[in-house]
């Protein structure tokens, strides 16, 4: 896995971290049922600490994208290609009806009036 982070991004790294892990799964560069790397190898490659990482992989785990097992690592949960694609355009519709200058209540009521 070949992950990235932008030099000029300025969220945090773990939300950096956790885009470039969720925009991989997206891609199908990691494919539902792979294994990731150890964190620590994760840091080591992008120039973080395992801290971050691990920050990022817990969000990861909280949105669904990853599963974390004992003994047998963290790796790529069952629909998550489709979902971690869903949460990055759902992220870009979010910041973009905020620099357009709806509130997230006023995206929402749009979103249930396509229903």
Same mark, same amino acid.
């Given at each position: 896995?070949?992950?990235?982070?932008?030099?000029? !991004?300025? $969220? %945090?790294?773990? /939300?950096?971290? @956790?885009? @470039?892990? $969720?925009?991989? &799964?997206?891609?199908? /560069?990691? =494919? %539902?049922?792979?294994?990731?790397p %150890?964190?620590?190898?994760?840091?080591? *490659?992008?120039?973080?600490?395992?801290?971050?990482v691990?920050? *990022?992989?817990r *969000?990861? $785990? #909280?949105?669904? &994208?990853?599963?974390?097992?004992?003994?047998?690592?963290?790796? &790529?949960? +069952?629909?998550? !290609?489709?979902?971690?694609? +869903?949460? !990055?355009?759902?992220?870009? +519709? =979010?910041? #973009?009806?905020?620099?357009?200058?709806?509130?997230?209540?006023?995206?929402?009521?749009?979103?249930?009036? +396509?229903?």
């Amino acid at each position: 896995m070949l992950l990235k982070l932008e030099a000029g !991004d300025s $969220r %945090p790294l773990h /939300e950096q971290v @956790a885009g @470039a892990i $969720r925009r991989a &799964v997206g891609e199908g /560069e990691c =494919v %539902p049922g792979e294994r990731l790397p %150890p964190a620590r190898d994760l840091a080591r *490659a992008l120039g973080v600490n395992a801290n971050t990482v691990l920050r *990022a992989l817990r *969000a990861l $785990r #909280d949105e669904g &994208v990853l599963e974390f097992r004992r003994g047998r690592g963290i790796s &790529v949960a +069952l629909g998550a !290609d489709r979902r971690a694609e +869903l949460l !990055d355009a759902a992220r870009r +519709l =979010v910041a #973009d009806a905020a620099h357009a200058g709806f509130s997230r209540e006023e995206l929402v009521e749009m979103i249930r009036g +396509l229903e």
